[in-house]
């Protein structure tokens, strides 16, 4: 291949595909002016960027247009090598009518990694279908500031949760063929007051121990084929640009093989954002040269200024050997170098091609089983935060029968039908843009939602405020009244998902504080007034995208329901909950903060973070990582533990019974947390090391056993090196990182160790039905 041959391998073009079925076209963004598809044929082409997620397009027209974009690009090369096409899927197939799941934050919150796998399965197929090679997700940033934008996109604020979650998505979406994307490497979510690309200032421990783990977890366990680098700096070094974390930690430690792929316009950002290159050559040799293979979206740096570099000898040719043979492998291993490769997708296989017309509605990607799996995902993610017996609301009913007579429904969510859609998802990513195109997808509104679910009751609907309405309306005179009148009200509140500031919540949408956005919070504490001394209870259902400062609420609401956008089947599954259809079984990813300005502040926080005598800020949360009620009872019991003693190249073992003690089915979380009250450097106060969903019958006892390897317990030493050393631990196993049942000491004995890469990652748990209850 020819210089010019081999930098075509190594970006991509931006293009949508065509709404009647022709060639994609070049999309004009933000920044230069694309190239077009004939500028840059017949020297190939590395990646088309979403195909299907730039305007909407039929699905089967979508699929046409990618294969005739695919068999003019191998045609017009001499090597016949067609492009890489990448979409989004962070929360779903980011096309027009796929179907939307909850977003990364709901699948933190079902602590279910076997149904995120199973929805990335489903995801991944329908993207191959259609043609496409790699999606751009899932994310893996761990949520150090609550105020930062993109919060629903992550998994929450844990490290041990987000690995495992995401790798099991990582898992369900390469089985279907597709190329999972591991972003955003590193470090993106922990900027400088929760600003979206922000300089990030951290320490190497809490870059290794916080922020790495996740992603460690997925290279080494999920076969994941791509990572993709973060716009920002860690301590004045741009990702993009960093050598030692692109290369000697991902690629020589890790021993991950697949391609690095640059955030949208990430080497563009090394000149014009970070002042670290004078040109677009220094900017794209820095980022080649670190490690970044394939530039993204479309061709900027790695064309022309990458190749005057090559040409005057600032880039070695080997450089470019190294990427281009990464980029022809993945191509190689996802089949586009057979010589049987063919264009056509299976999702057109025996169709028609001639007429295009007619193709029209053949293709579906929202499936009854894709709806069921969003469905599902959802009624396990929603959270039960607090509840002094007003839910089931099917228990207090009225002369009609299951449910209160009159239902007052309060809020400005209380008729947006994407009020459950995160900003990653078709309609509110590229839907506002094409404001006379149907949604293609069912979105219940959650006055629908609750009229289904309770259809012997009167339901009066008042939004009283909008999402970010700055003052109180008129609106609320008319809420405080329906509200007198109710015999149960429902205050429906939340974000409104966007990008750059037309949202609440999403990329660019950063919070000053974690008050509720607008009037919403005067709106709670004027419908809690007006019902004060009547009997009647509130309740608050929140659809939002990262956690709020919920004020009185907290302790004089009824009932409080948070839902972080659960997907096009999400308000089904808040109204399931309310009447008691669905037992909640959803747990915090995130903490629920009780102060505005306590910020950053996670549970995974050492000592001095803490409440003190010398600050006047309390950081304690409202409700703390890992909580959620459910609407029966278990009891923790008949603790055992193995030696008390194990060396630090052992394990401990735990056995203890779990029982339903009350009337229904329910979903118990068991989740351990470590606790090392003395180590060589500051530890936080504990972390959870693992975790198990437990669903049990009403009466029906289960016996776990869990064995926890010493290596659990390592952290980043003084040296830098990863350590487990020996002294007294803690074992705690609770139900929420605030609800501690059952806590077993022991002490690591013998020296001090050493350990890598290869440690255990994982306690393991073996779950034993016992006879029920007599």
């Known amino acids: 291949m020819t210089t010019q041959e081999k930098l075509a391998q190594l970006y991509g073009l931006w293009a949508g595909a065509s709404a009647d079925g022709a060639e994609v076209a070049p999309h004009q963004h933000d920044m230069d002016a694309p190239p077009t598809l004939s500028e840059l044929l017949p020297y190939g082409l590395g990646q088309l960027t979403r195909p299907f997620g730039t305007i909407p397009v039929d699905p089967a027209l979508g699929a046409l247009s990618l294969m005739r974009t695919q068999e ?85 604020e844990d490290p041990y949760l987000i690995g495992t979650v995401a790798t099991a998505y990582v898992r369900g979406l390469e089985s279907a063929g597709v190329v999972a994307t591991l972003k955003h490497f590193a470090g993106y979510s922990a900027s400088r007051g929760g600003r979206n690309l922000a300089p990030v200032g951290m320490g190497p421990r809490e870059l290794a121990d916080v922020v790495l783990p996740p992603f460690e977890m997925a290279v080494r366990e999920g076969g994941v084929r791509s990572v993709m680098s973060a716009y920002n700096d860690i301590d004045g070094v741009p990702c993009a640009a960093d050598e030692r974390l692109l290369t000697e930690l991902l690629r020589d430690t890790w021993g991950f093989e697949g391609t690095v792929v640059a955030d949208y316009f990430g080497i563009a950002f090394l000149r014009t954002l970070h002042g670290v290159a004078g040109d677009w050559a220094q900017a794209a040799t820095a980022a080649l040269t670190a490690g970044v293979d394939v530039e993204l979206p479309t061709v900027k740096t790695f064309g022309q200024p990458l190749r005057d570099a090559i040409a005057d000898g600032r880039l070695p040719r080997e450089a470019l050997d190294r990427a281009v043979r990464r980029v022809l492998t993945q191509k190689a291993g996802l089949g586009l170098l057979d010589p049987e490769w063919s264009a056509r997708p299976t999702a057109l296989a025996g169709a028609d091609l001639d007429d295009p017309e007619r193709l029209r509605g053949t293709v ?28 089931p609301l099917a228990g207090r009913t009225g002369p009609g029968g299951a449910g209160p007579a009159r239902i007052a429904l309060i809020g400005p969510q209380a008729e947006s039908a994407t009020a459950v859609l995160g900003c990653y998802s078709f309609p509110l990513h590229v839907g506002p843009q094409h404001p006379g195109v149907p949604v293609g997808i069912e979105l219940p509104t959650l006055r629908e939602a609750l009229a289904a679910e309770f259809p012997r009751s009167e339901i009066v609907t008042v939004a009283a405020t909008g999402i970010d309405t700055p003052a109180p309306s008129d609106g609320f005179t008319e809420a405080v009244q329906a509200a007198r009148a109710a015999d149960a009200v429902v205050v429906a509140l939340g974000d409104r998902a966007g990008l750059f500031g037309r949202g609440t919540s999403g990329e660019g949408c950063d919070a000053e504080t974690l008050d509720l956005p607008g009037a919403q919070g005067p709106l709670l504490d004027a419908v809690l007034d007006a019902v004060r001394g009547t009997g009647t209870r509130v309740v608050v259902t929140l659809l939002s995208g990262r956690p709020y400062v919920l004020g009185r609420a907290v302790t004089e609401a009824g009932a409080i329901v948070q839902a972080f956008f659960p997907g096009q089947e999400g308000t089904p599954a808040v109204a399931g909950v309310l009447s008691g259809r669905i037992n909640p079984s959803g747990r915090l990813p995130v903490s629920v903060p009780r102060l505005p300005g306590a910020q950053p502040s996670t549970y995974l926080a050492a000592p001095l973070a803490r409440a003190s005598d010398v600050s006047s800020i309390d950081p304690t949360p409202a409700f703390g990582f890992g909580h959620g009620l459910t609407y029966t009872s278990f009891t923790w019991s008949e603790l055992t533990t193995g030696d008390p003693l194990p060396p630090t190249d052992g394990a401990a073992e735990l056995s203890f019974t779990v029982t339903n003690t009350g009337g229904r089915a329910g979903a118990e979380v068991v989740q351990l947390y470590l606790h090392d009250p003395v180590a060589s450097v500051v530890q936080p106060v504990q972390r959870l090391i693992g975790y198990v969903r437990l669903p049990l019958e009403a009466g029906e006892r289960a016996r776990v056993t869990v064995t926890v390897p010493a290596d659990l317990a390592s952290f980043t030493g003084r040296d830098g090196r990863r350590t487990v050393e020996p002294g007294a631990l803690e074992l705690r196993l609770a139900a929420s990182s605030t609800d501690v049942r059952l806590t077993a000491a022991l002490t690591l004995t013998g020296p001090v160790r050493y350990v890598d890469h290869t440690r255990a990652l994982h306690a393991t748990f073996a779950v034993h039905t016992l006879p029920d209850i007599p």
């Open 72 to 156: 003019r690009i191998a045609g017009a090369h001499r090597f016949g090598v067609p492009a890489m096409a990448h979409d989004e899927c962070l929360a779903g197939f980011a096309a027009w009518g796929a179907t939307t799941y909850p977003v990364p934050l709901s699948w933190g919150a079902s602590f279910d990694p076997d149904l995120v796998r199973e929805m990335a399965g489903a995801i991944g197929r329908d993207m191959r279908s259609v043609g496409l090679h790699q999606g751009l997700a899932p994310v893996l940033d761990v949520v150090r500031d609550a105020r930062w934008g993109r919060v629903e996109e992550t998994i929450g």
């Open 364 to 391: 579906t990607l929202d499936s009854p089983a894709h709806r069921d799996i969003s469905r599902r995902l959802a009624e396990r993610s929603v959270i039960l935060l607090r509840n002094d017996g007003t839910l």
